[in-house]
């Protein structure tokens, strides 16, 4: 069972930034996508950024221009650069994997917490 190991996260001003890592327990699995999710209390867990192995990114409406998110296939680990960073981006910020293009995000990561203070 591979498994997803998040690294980052923590308390940071408003207007600041924080990075986000995520690696994979194996490098001999390329995922066809990786991504990134938030949880706020009370509130669902969204995909925030994803990236396909090709490159291609997908990002949600709140978080274009401030997030960024990359990824090292040979590492199978994924990156989250989030600049300008908003009291509502405060959330737990789970790292997740879609082995193929069929399949779903069934691979997950424990959480991270990111708390932006105002």
């Known amino acids: 069972q591979v498994q997803l190991v998040e690294s980052g996260g923590g308390v940071v001003q408003a207007g600041g930034s924080l990075g986000l890592s995520c690696a994979a327990s194996?490098?001999?699995?390329?995922?066809?996508?990786m991504g990134w999710y938030r949880q706020a209390p009370g509130k669902q867990r969204d995909l925030v950024a994803d990236?396909?192995?090709?490159?291609?990114?997908m990002y949600t409406d709140s978080v274009k221009g401030r997030f960024t998110i990359s990824r090292d296939n040979a590492k199978n680990t994924v990156f989250l650069q989030m600049n300008s960073l908003k009291s509502e981006d405060t959330a737990v910020y789970y790292c997740?994997?879609?082995?193929?293009?069929?399949?779903?995000?069934?691979?997950w990561g424990q959480g991270t917490q990111v708390t932006v203070s105002s």
């Open positions: 990236i396909t192995s090709a490159g291609r990114t």
């Open positions: 997740s994997a879609r082995p193929t293009w069929t399949a779903g995000w069934s691979v």
């Open positions: 194996t490098a001999s699995t390329t995922f066809f996508s």
